[in-house]
Antibody, heavy 124, light 108 residues
Framework: QVHLVQSGAEVKQPGASVTLSCRTS????????LSWVRQAPGQGLEWVAW????????KYSERFQGRVTITIDTSASTAYLGLSSLKSEDTAVYYC?????????????????WGQGTLVTVSS | EIVLTQSPVTLALSPGEGATLSCRASESVTDDYLAWYQQKPGQPPRLLIY???RRATGVPDRFSGSGSGTDFTLTISRLEPDDSAVFYCQHYDKSPVTFGQGTKLQIK
């Protein structure tokens, strides 16, 4: 059974950095790309980043202007999302999700399994 | 990037009725790479439909997707109280993938 389990909630001050984790199980880690999607309170879904575990190729939303980094630990079947220079607008639930689809190896995926989400609150 | 516009924004229907949710893309979605998700409060999105019309594993056949190009539809028949949720469409034919703003379905 496929599971994506994310790290716990974070509270950070503006300007700080945060690293979120997403531990996967129930499938071969390298066989699927992983995406991160966020959802601000009461708002819709926004794609953040993508990684292909086979070659560690990454893609990022231009909206984050270099503040976001996605990495993996293949031995632990875990993906990480780092976000720096945090702003109040970064307050959101961040989801990791397993990627599928014909263009997924190039960064364009739909997601069939999702983590439970991690709430990141940025406040002074 | 492709802008997806969903309509209506909210929809209130009774159990047993049918629902029709629309998703319109600002440009043609290649290969009908369009997915639909259902999200209930406090939960992650759940995949319903991919490839515009293919039901995901475990999704009841009351949920069906159709459309191509720029116009897509999610149809839910025989509504049940548990269908109350926000529904999102997403294209995945090019990067960046984007989502519609959502349709909130209320079962009264």
């Amino acid at each position: 059974q496929v599971h994506l389990v994310q790290s716990g909630a974070e509270v950070k001050q503006p300007g700080a950095s945060v690293t979120l984790s997403c531990r996967t199980s129930g499938y071969t880690f390298k066989s699927h790309a992983l995406s991160w999607v966020r959802q601000a309170p009461g708002q819709g879904l926004e794609w953040v980043a993508w990684i292909n575990p086979i070659n560690t190729n990454t893609k990022y939303s231009e909206r984050f202007q270099g503040r976001v980094t996605i990495t993996i630990d293949t031995s632990a079947s875990t993906a990480y999302l780092g976000l720096s220079s945090l702003k109040s607008e970064d307050t959101a639930v961040y989801y990791c999700a397993r990627g599928r689809g014909g263009y997924c190896s190039g960064g364009s995926c739909y997601s069939d399994y999702w983590g439970q989400g991690t709430l990141v609150t940025v406040s002074s | 990037e492709i802008v997806l516009t969903q309509s209506p924004v909210t929809l209130a229907l009774s159990p047993g009725e049918g629902a029709t949710l629309s998703c319109r893309a600002s440009e043609s979605v290649t290969d009908d790479y369009l997915a639909w998700y259902q999200q209930k409060p406090g939960q992650p999105p759940r995949l319903l439909i991919y490839g515009a019309s293919r039901r995901a594993t475990g999704v009841p056949d009351r949920f069906s997707g159709s459309g191509s190009g720029t116009d897509f539809t999610l149809t839910i028949s025989r509504l049940e109280p548990d269908d109350s949720a926000v529904f999102y469409c997403q294209h995945y034919d090019k990067s960046p993938v984007t989502f519609g703003q959502g349709t909130k379905l209320q079962i009264k």
